[in-house]
């Protein structure tokens, strides 16, 4: 699996993570029971307070990955040349995480993916906002599909190296 794959997984991972623990959180029924229908406030601070802790935890994850990586990439080169130097672990590091135009292209038609889900999602929220639906509603929808549209994107990036394009 490459460098890429690896870091797509990581990201994917930390998505799955935040949105399922807001859904947890948001959706807790003794939460709900405590909040009146169209009071916004309360929803857009539990938003912001999770959009704050996906960013934090988005880049812990990516650390981590990091620095995971790095030793297990030091660790193979160890053992395939047992005279090898820092140096040597250092470079097999730097070409290990080496982005080509296939890797931009791909990240673009998987960016595709994640916007062309974030839009369903706002329009879907305005749908809902038409039809007499709490506001609520509406901001859990954007909440929820960006937050969909962003872990699709994980997904469509995997398939796109799997596939070869």
Not at 55 to 73: M, N
Request: aromatic letters at 10%; charged letters at 20%.
């Amino acid at each position: 699996m490459s460098y890429q794959e690896k870091r797509t997984l990581a990201s994917i991972f930390s998505g799955i993570l935040i949105l399922a623990a807001y859904c947890i959180y948001a959706f807790n029924p003794t939460r709900l029971a405590a909040l009146t229908p169209d009071d916004l406030k309360p929803w857009a601070s539990t938003m912001l307070i999770f959009i704050g802790i996906g960013i934090v935890a988005t880049i812990v994850i990516q650390i981590v990955f990091h620095i995971l990586l790095s030793i297990s990439l030091a660790v193979q080169t160890k053992i395939r040349n047992m005279e090898s130097d820092d140096k040597e672990i250092e470079r097999s590091i730097q070409l290990e995480m080496v982005e080509d135009e296939r890797d931009r292209q791909i990240e673009l038609k998987s960016q595709r993916i994640g916007f062309a889900i974030a839009g369903i999602g706002f329009v879907a929220g305005l749908l809902s906002l038409v039809f007499n639906y709490s506001p609520v509603v509406m901001l859990n929808i954007l909440y929820l599909s960006f937050s969909a549209g962003s872990i699709l994107e994980g997904f469509g990036q995997l398939y796109f190296y799997r596939r070869g394009a």
